[in-house]
């Protein structure tokens, strides 16, 4: 440490103090400050103290202005008198066993001193004198007995907490940033390794990716478990904790367990908030050096009530300023334009930087308290991405959906689990005997489950589940069961095709040639190898090793081989162990193991994978276990891909709130489930979802694909018989008079704002409403109000404009569009269409004088010459 920086604690509003300490020149300086003003700091040297002995640590009491603690270099430690018009005085000093470099020390308001020295194998480094009864009898002593001590070797940096002088804090050497929190009352004068009042422990204090070190360490002073620290690499953070009242815990045998490991928790101290105030310098590592960088601080005394508090930071040039570290969280919020805002005390215009400006640097500000750049990004991602995939068309058609998440690997199988159950239900194809079972999963046809067995019977019907599932495979010309001996061939034959298992060689190899194609290589050699086609796969093999796509290392010989030696086992125990192809890896764990119930027992392969082959090579009670043990975890994780297993059904809507509370992905919750919402299922928390996703998208200002989904959902939930299963959604756009709100309809007078209106909204007839003007449609019906005139050429909107004439060649819909009405939905005002389109080509304002709006870069009306 070069330097140091100690605000007075007797500090007010007429007077306020501070010490410069150079441990170089082992002098203080003490500074008078004149005036703050945002950050800036003016201030005039009162005095220098100097002829001290030489020190590496300092600090000041917090009760006696005069009164000094200092860390000799010889590990002694002096309580010093300190005066502006007489040398200092020491008038105490504490020996060692052991002399070695005093790293820190600090003194508490009730003279206990606690002193930090360097590690020695026989000697402890962190003692606790009563300074308070050596220095206050008079004259000078020397003492060699400390009252407390623990054996540590977080003795870089000492700071006692004011508001609860039981806790100190202690942080670690050049070997990391290491921190320990402490209670004066669980600490005893005995040298025995069980000894510690370390309460809290922390491995990494600050961002240590640089190698960073610990270099001033302050707690506030204010608010009780607040603890400021700073790095060598000029990061500034504040840490929140909340400190127990009990001198020890009161132990339970109710005590919470531990998840990860190890004893119960049962500590009542904890870290409940940590902020960065100021990020560290990242060039250090380039060898460059910034004369701004945080070398010191301390905090500055305020009033409790205050919104923040300052600290008092020197820099690397000798320079200080002030940072404030709020009391509470500041409010944020992101508008509707994906706009992050932030409601601050005080807060100013610093630069704008554009990602075309190519700056390798944060082009956040260097002192401001902000998250990094990724971060906010990462916070604003979800919800961008959901609009941009909105605007994008992600909609219903699930091949265009998947093909907009391509790269979010649990999103494509979502939809192509869905394009799957949506091409077998086309056409009727999952109905039999009046008895529909599209959209259920695999788990719901091998546990003949239903669901609401009344949405899905259209008429009564006397056959079983084992009928109608028969009935289904005859229907889809879907061929004998051939693998593991079982009571039900045909339900484990339909889950198959479920899964999307090809029957036929022909469907087998346009499914292998499609995983060719996405550069899935392997996975298409095991897609044939798991359909029991092994020359399909040696032909696949050798073509992909010619064609330079995957390399000779003897997968073929092993795949030709029917039964494999120990050495070839061997042989693919490690190959396995160095590959990152997991399709590669389930490959040769079949080939070692000969069973693919190994494979089944890792996550090799996907879902939809494991399930077929369970359906293939699982006995019925296997079989069974594994459905059910598949099913709760995919519901209990949110796992989209368990779709497979719980079809869009009941259990489908439990997975989806599992899947929302984890991603807050509203927008694939509610598209996928409206396959089944009414037609199959009756929940109503699909209801919610959809009108919040409805918010969503007028937030979005998505007006047209929102009219798109209410278009085509009302398409899709249509009945056998054609009829309807939703109620007509009331009118959202209807023209309305701004008077009474009534609609400006002739024959539409029984609704108001889409409820019944009464006599005293809706007069049954106005003196207004009569003769020639209620005849034009210029005034309302039912008050009598005008429409609003045009600001162009200020006549009523909606009167015949006989003198218009038509621009020349103007015809079919550019000529039909200009008869019609234009209103600005920020301003408020109106124009006739054409006359709009001829203001905003010349202009960008509003017509109308003294309205400042922009309607014409708003409306996206093109100005000539822009």
């Not at 790095?231 to 504040?238: D, H, N, P």
């Not at 500041?330 to 005080?346: F, G, K, M, N």
């Not at 003007?773 to 005034?779: H, K, N």
Request: glycine share 6%; charged share 20%.
């Amino acid at each position: 440490m070069e330097a140091a920086v100690r605000w007075s604690g007797h500090s007010n509003e007429e007077k306020s103090r501070f010490l410069l300490v150079d441990f170089a020149d082992s002098s203080l300086f003490l500074h008078e400050v004149d005036g703050i003003k945002d950050r800036n700091v003016t201030h005039h040297r009162v005095a220098h103290l100097s002829k001290l002995p030489s020190f590496n640590a300092f600090d000041w009491s917090r009760t006696t202005p005069s009164i000094a603690a200092l860390g000799l270099t010889t590990g002694y430690a002096s309580i010093v008198q300190l005066s502006e018009d007489a040398p200092p005085e020491i008038l105490t000093t504490y020996r060692v066993k052991q002399q070695r470099k005093c790293t820190s020390i600090a003194l508490s308001r009730e003279s206990w001193l606690a002193v930090a020295l360097d590690k020695a194998r026989s000697d402890v480094c962190l003692n606790v004198y009563d300074a308070g009864a050596q220095y206050g009898a008079g004259n000078a002593r020397t003492t060699t007995s400390p009252s407390l001590h623990a054996l540590t070797k977080n003795i870089n940096t000492i700071a006692i907490d004011p508001c609860d002088e039981n806790y100190f804090a202690s942080v670690g050497s050049v070997e990391g940033p290491f921190m320990s929190l402490w209670d004066r009352r669980r600490m005893s004068n005995g040298t025995d390794a069980s000894n510690t009042g370390a309460v809290l422990e922390f491995t990494s204090v600050v961002d240590n990716r640089l190698k960073a070190t610990v270099s001033s360490l302050s707690f506030a002073g204010l608010q009780r478990g607040r603890l400021a620290i700073s790095s060598s690499l000029g990061e500034l953070k504040v840490i929140d904790m909340i400190l127990s009242n009990e001198t020890f815990v009161q132990q339970s045998q109710y005590a919470p367990t531990n998840p990860y490991g190890g004893i119960a928790w049962t500590s009542n101290d904890c870290v409940s908030e940590t902020r960065v105030i100021q990020s560290p310098n990242q060039d250090i590592g380039s060898g460059k050096h910034n004369v701004k960088q945080a070398i010191a601080f301390d905090w500055m005394a305020s009033d409790a009530h205050v919104v923040d508090q300052g600290i008092l930071v020197l820099r690397a040039d000798r320079s200080l300023d002030v940072v404030r570290a709020r009391h509470t969280k500041p409010i944020a919020c992101v508008t509707a334009r994906q706009e992050l805002s932030v409601a601050e005390h005080d807060m100013q215009y610093l630069k704008s930087v554009t990602a075309s400006q190519g700056d390798a640097r944060d082009p956040s500000p260097t002192y401001v308290s902000a998250p990094a750049e990724t971060e906010v990004t990462r916070m604003l991602a979800p919800s961008t991405m959901q609009r941009d995939r909105c605007r994008r068309g992600y909609l219903f058609d699930s091949r265009k959906n998947a093909e907009i998440v391509r790269g979010d690997w649990q999103l494509q199988r979502l939809w192509e689990i869905v394009e799957r159950f949506h091409s077998q239900a086309s056409n009727s194809g999952m109905v039999y005997n009046n008895v529909d079972l599209s959209y259920i999963g695999v788990a719901g046809i091998w546990s003949e489950n239903l669901g609401n067995i009344f949405r899905r019977t259209y008429a009564p019907h006397d056959l079983s589940f084992e009928d109608m599932v028969v009935g289904l495979n005859e229907a889809l010309s879907i061929p004998q069961f051939d693998g593991e001996r079982t009571d039900f061939p045909e339900h484990r034959q339909l889950c198959l095709a479920i899964c999307g298992w090809k029957f036929t060689s022909e469907a087998l190899e346009t499914e292998c040639q499609e995983l060719i194609e996405r550069g899935l290589y392997y996975q298409a050699i095991v897609q044939a190898v798991l359909h029991g086609e092994k020359h399909m796969a040696l032909n696949l093999f050798r073509s992909l090793t010619r064609s330079k796509f995957i390399q000779q290392n003897g997968i073929g010989a092993l795949l030709a081989s029917d039964n494999l030696n120990e050495a070839q086992r061997e042989m693919c125990l490690w190959m396995s162990a160095d590959t990152d192809d997991l399709a590669l890896k389930a490959l040769l764990t079949f080939l070692e193991k000969g069973d693919w119930r190994d494979v089944m027992k890792t996550n090799y392969l996907h879902l939809g994978y494991r399930v077929a082959l369970g359906c293939k090579y699982l006995n019925d009670t296997e079989l069974s276990g594994f459905l059910q043990t598949e099913t709760a975890r995919a519901i209990r994780n949110g796992d989209l891909e368990g779709i497979l297993l719980t079809g869009l059904g009941e259990q489908a809507m439990h997975l989806m709130q599992t899947y929302l509370t984890r991603t807050n992905d509203l927008q694939t919750a509610v598209l996928a489930t409206a396959f089944t919402n009414p037609r199959c299922v009756d929940d109503v928390r699909w209801e919610m979802w959809k009108e919040v996703y409805f918010q969503q998208l007028q937030s979005w200002r998505c007006f047209g694909e929102r009219a798109r989904f209410t278009v085509q959902y009302n398409r899709m939930s249509v009945s056998r018989e054609g009829k309807s299963m939703i109620q007509s959604p009331k009118g959202q756009i209807t023209l309305r008079c701004v008077g009474c709100q009534g609609s400006l309809a002739r024959t539409d007078s029984r609704y108001v704002l889409g409820k019944a209106s009464d006599s005293s909204i809706v007069a049954a007839e106005t003196p207004n409403a009569k003769g020639p003007a209620a005849q034009t449609g210029t005034v309302c019906l039912k008050c009598g109000r005008h429409l609003p005139r045009c600001a162009v050429c200020m006549m009523w909107l909606g009167t015949p404009e006989n003198a218009r004439t038509r621009t020349p060649g103007t015809t079919g819909a550019a000529a039909a569009m200009k008869g019609f009405l234009s209103f600005c939905l920020a301003c408020g005002h109106a124009y006739h269409a054409d006359h709009a389109m001829e203001w905003f080509g010349k202009h960008r304002e509003c017509a109308v004088p003294g309205c400042k709006c922009a309607c014409g870069v708003k409306s996206g009306y093109t100005v000539n010459g822009a």
